[in-house]
């Protein structure tokens, strides 16, 4: 199999999209259609355009879902696009052929200058709701996992993208629920503004499970002024991101969080 050439910087770039990836995981939350596919068997991700990357909230809590994520990568003149592949709601990411996916061969395949794989990561809110009436998504076959086409974002400067604990503007038009009773892990900056965990990873800590979530301020290297802390929520939490932008942070171990909001 040929490979295709890198643009120059590709590679210093790959550690940056993976670190982007969970601000995208917003897009990924579907009870969608599992029918219909058109990958091919080689795991090339299918042409056919949707009409619409909306999707329907799941029916069942989300919390403790297992997914991953294929990124399908185009660097340009100092930013970043990509077509987000996501396995929810398909299957929980199977272990095994998630270690046997090849980056390198992906991308060959699908006609992009760079594949990147982004998880196995975990979601935190019990809902997803948004905005319009559910399509069919483009599906395809990455190794056996079977994966939605959910978002094609474009990231814009690397420089800034690369930085974490900075928050990025994304149109995602969704509210999240964390239901009453449930612990949710926040950071809160200097100025008092918090951001509530909306998926944790995996990728960078094999290891890590939910529990451990409540210890990872001890782990963080955050800024002076910066907090971490669980708490246990005695009301639902609702992050509404309908009418405004969502502001999206990853913390310096890959976890994603999103500016907290009221619906």
Not at 6 to 27: D, E, H, I, K
Not at 193 to 206: E, G, I, K, N
Not at 212 to 217: K, M, S, T
Request: proline fraction near 6%.
């Amino acid at each position: 199999m040929i490979t295709r050439p890198r643009p120059n910087g590709v590679v210093s770039r790959l550690a940056l999209v993976a670190t982007l990836a969970g601000t995208f995981a917003l897009a990924s939350c579907s009870s969608g259609d599992e029918t219909g596919s058109n990958a091919t068997a080689s795991g090339a991700p299918s042409t056919t355009a949707p009409s619409s990357t909306t999707v329907a909230p799941a029916a069942q809590s989300m919390r403790a879902k297992r997914y991953c994520e294929v990124l399908l990568v185009r660097p340009g003149d100092g930013t970043v696009s990509a077509d987000v592949y996501n396995s929810y709601p398909l299957n929980d990411c199977p272990q095994v052929q998630w270690e046997q996916l090849d980056a390198k061969a992906i991308a060959a395949e699908s006609g992009a200058p760079l594949a990147v794989l982004n998880g196995p990561r975990f979601w935190l809110m019990d809902r997803v709701e948004k905005v319009g009436s559910a399509s069919d998504l483009p599906k395809a076959n990455f190794g056996g996992i079977e994966m939605y086409r959910q978002a094609s974002v474009e990231v814009g400067s690397i420089a800034d993208a690369a930085i974490p604990y900075r928050a990025h503007a994304v149109d995602r038009k969704v509210v999240f629920t964390f239901d009453a009773g449930q612990t949710v892990y926040e950071l809160t900056d200097p100025a008092g503004v918090t951001y509530v965990m909306q998926t944790w990873s995996q990728q960078r800590d094999p290891s890590r499970a939910e529990s451990d979530l409540a210890g990872l301020g001890a782990r963080l290297h955050v800024q002076a002024g910066w907090t971490f802390a669980a708490r246990t929520l005695d009301a639902p939490l609702l992050v509404d991101t309908r009418t405004v932008p969502a502001q999206v942070l990853q913390d310096d171990l890959g976890n994603s969080y999103s500016l907290e909001t009221t619906a």
